[in-house]
């Protein structure tokens, strides 16, 4: 081979090699590749620019970045029912074979039947039984045992997927690239923060202190095997709502700067957040893909979007569309 083909050669293969590299290069530069490009998707990507650009007039010092985000619906499915729900129905059918009088006594009866309807129609005292029996009366590493060991194999009763597959994929990647850009990222969730706490950092990279939930009473004792923590059937504090602006400054103790959430139990979140002073970014997930997950809003009983949504144009808060806004997602898509 002649030395000029070997140049010739040498040089198209350099050619070859950039022109295969520009796509590349391209993907590892979008921060949000789940996204389909769009409002939602520039909106996220504008604040974190603007909150992050020294000198600019809406920078926000590192110790201020803080971000919440709700969990059920937000960051992974919630439908047909709360997947903390699903986990105490599941508990009262395991324990059934040592409570035989559960056949003929509520809310039991309903349990075992499948009849959910049932269940709800035993009201707050029902689902006050259900937490009793299911989550307390046993010390804190049990319980997370037991969570640990159910989360694993837990699967969603209508797609029988994994309950921790159908995290989604566009929100996890928000988490990161606002950890990327040094926000310190808390869950903020109606939820069980002991329910949460064994599994969230393996999901979606947040550990279990920026994890802020509803809570049981917790009782100190000294036993024969040492010291334990008990959880009691009282309970503590709700995470939801209200509740949530008053969770947030107990156990962050800053207001955000950036909130996302999915229902009217966000509300107060979002409105607390997005009402404080400098740039701040509030955004709601719209569940509207009936093919790719589920459709739902104004009359659902898990994850009800309402209030939130009227209120989102005149807040300034962002409706994501699932449907419009998200590439794909759940990460196996």
Known sequence: MSMRMRHTMSAAGIALGALLAIPVAFAADDPLPAWNEGASKQAIIDFVTAVTTEGGPDFVAVDDRI?????????????????????????????????????????????????????????????????????????TDRFEDTVSAWIATARNA???????????????????????????????SGGGVEFMRPWTEKTYGIAPGNVVGSSIGLKYEVTDAGPVLMREADVDFIDDGPGKPVGIQKFVGKRPIAAFGNSDGDYQMLQWTTTGPGRR???????????????????SHFGKLDKAMDAAPKEGWHLISMKDDWKRIFPGD
């Open 281 to 299: 970014l509030g955004m709601i997930v719209h569940h509207d893909d009936a093919a790719r997950e589920f459709a739902y809003d104004r009359e």
């Open 158 to 188: 209508r797609t029988d997927r994994l309950n921790t597959e159908m995290i989604f994929a566009p929100m996890v990647e928000v988490i990161d690239y606002l950890k990327a850009n040094d926000f310190d990222v808390y869950i903020v």
């Open 67 to 139: 971000a919440t985000f709700d969990n059920d619906g937000t960051l992974w499915s919630e439908q047909p029912m709360y997947v903390q729900l699903a986990f105490a129905l599941d508990e009262i059918r395991a324990m059934a074979p040592d409570h035989p009088e559960w056949k003929d006594t509520e809310p039991f009866k309903s349990v075992l039947a499948g009849d959910l309807a049932g269940v709800a129609a035993t009201g707050k005292d029902g689902l006050e039984q259900i937490i009793a029996v299911t989550h307390a009366g046993m010390t």
